[in-house]
T-cell receptor
């Protein structure tokens, strides 16, 4: 069973609308949580990195939240643009070595 | 542009053939990684090199070998390709192997084994 679960698996939103993606994890011990954006045919690109003590971090129109007590994170996309169409991957880092546990991703499609 | 470069971008192999995937980074990073990405699954670590001269197995190393040729280059070899190795392979690098370092990924190699 994957230790990083993302929902929904996919979603379609209209350009200009907001959306929120969810990530639940069971990874322990926890070091930090990352959100990546992966465009089709490209490698993942980092959006945010949050440590245990941080509960929110923004990168432009992307805002990530973290509740380390409930082991949940969300990524909020504000005023979506066509270029936001991509897979968004939640990644939890564990142990001192820095091992990454990847979620399967949420595929977002923004339509005009 | 600085980053991680992977070659080739696409490859089709017959079962039993061998090939080497190449990866090079120009960011002076110490640590490098090979991942595979399969539909519906998260990226899984095949091998990593925490620093030049060292390599270690990741989560799914069977059927693969690696070489850290120098600080810049980290190659992945399939000695006898199998259909189960059909996947998209990503190389990544980070300044060090600790928890607080960001990873930079290449654009991937899409491999099909028939």
């Amino acid at each position: 069973k994957n230790q990083v679960e993302q929902s929904p698996q996919s979603l379609i939103i209209l350009e200009g609308k907001n959306c929120t993606l969810q990530c639940n994890y069971t990874v322990s011990p926890f070091s930090n949580l990352r959100w990546y954006k992966q465009d089709t045919g490209r490698g993942p690109v980092s959006l945010t990195i949050m440590t245990f003590s941080e509960n929110t971090k923004s990168n432009g129109r992307y805002t990530a939240t973290l509740d380390a007590d409930t082991k949940q994170s969300s990524l909020h996309i504000t005023a979506s643009q066509l270029s936001d169409s991509a897979s968004y991957i939640c990644v939890v880092t564990t142990d001192s070595w820095g091992k990454l546990q990847f979620g399967a991703g949420t595929q977002v499609v923004v339509t005009p | 542009n600085a980053g991680v470069t992977q070659t080739p971008k696409f490859q089709v192999l017959k079962t039993g053939q061998s090939m080497t995937l190449q990866c090079a980074q120009d960011m002076n990073h110490n640590s490098m990684y090979w991942y595979r990405q399969d539909p519906g699954m998260g990226l899984r670590l095949i091998y990593y090199s925490a620093s030049e001269g060292t390599t270690d197995k990741g989560e799914v190393p069977n059927g693969y070998n690696v070489s850290r040729l120098n600080k810049r280059e980290f190659s992945l070899r399939l000695e006898s390709a199998a259909p189960s190795q059909t996947s998209v392979y990503f190389c990544a690098s980070s300044p060090q192997s600790g928890t607080r370092y960001g990873y930079t990924f290449g654009s991937g190699t899409r491999l099909t084994v028939v």
